[in-house]
């Protein structure tokens, strides 16, 4: 042989032990994925029920608003909505590949 290296034939259980992880899916890491999607999905729902609350409450918002009260909920809602869309979109990308 060519720079001495010799090729071995490793078991998988050879390979956990050495390795300390298990190379299958196991029912804990199914678990944890259904889990973890259920999470993800949840979290995304009450962000979007929040989000369509403030879209119906600035639609009631005339114009520009009448009063201060009115202009500061407005910028606050408008506000919160972006923040809500970038965390929705944050939570479909991880959901993407779960998928």
Same mark, same amino acid.
């Given at each position: 042989?060519?720079? +001495?290296?010799? =090729?071995?034939?490793? !078991?998988? %259980? #050879?390979?956990? /032990?050495?390795?300390?992880?298990?190379?299958?899916?196991?029912?804990?890491?199914?678990?944890?994925?259904?889990?973890?999607?259920?999470?993800? &999905?949840?979290?995304?729902?009450?962000?979007? @029920?929040? $989000?369509?609350?403030? #879209? @119906? #409450?600035?639609?009631? *918002?005339?114009?520009? +608003? $009448? !009063?201060? +009260? &009115? /202009?500061? =909920?407005?910028?606050?809602? #408008?506000?919160? *909505?972006?923040?809500?869309?970038? &965390?929705?979109?944050?939570?479909?990308? %991880?959901?993407?590949?779960?998928?």
């Amino acid at each position: 042989m060519v720079g +001495g290296s010799k =090729r071995m034939n490793i !078991t998988p %259980q #050879e390979q956990q /032990k050495k390795d300390g992880a298990v190379p299958f899916a196991t029912d804990s890491s199914a678990r944890d994925y259904v889990a973890n999607c259920a999470e993800l &999905e949840a979290r995304l729902m009450k962000l979007s @029920s929040e $989000k369509s609350l403030l #879209e @119906s #409450e600035l639609n009631k *918002i005339a114009g520009s +608003g $009448k !009063t201060i +009260g &009115e /202009k500061h =909920r407005k910028n606050y809602a #408008e506000r919160r *909505i972006d923040q809500l869309s970038k &965390e929705m979109s944050g939570i479909r990308m %991880q959901l993407r590949p779960l998928r």
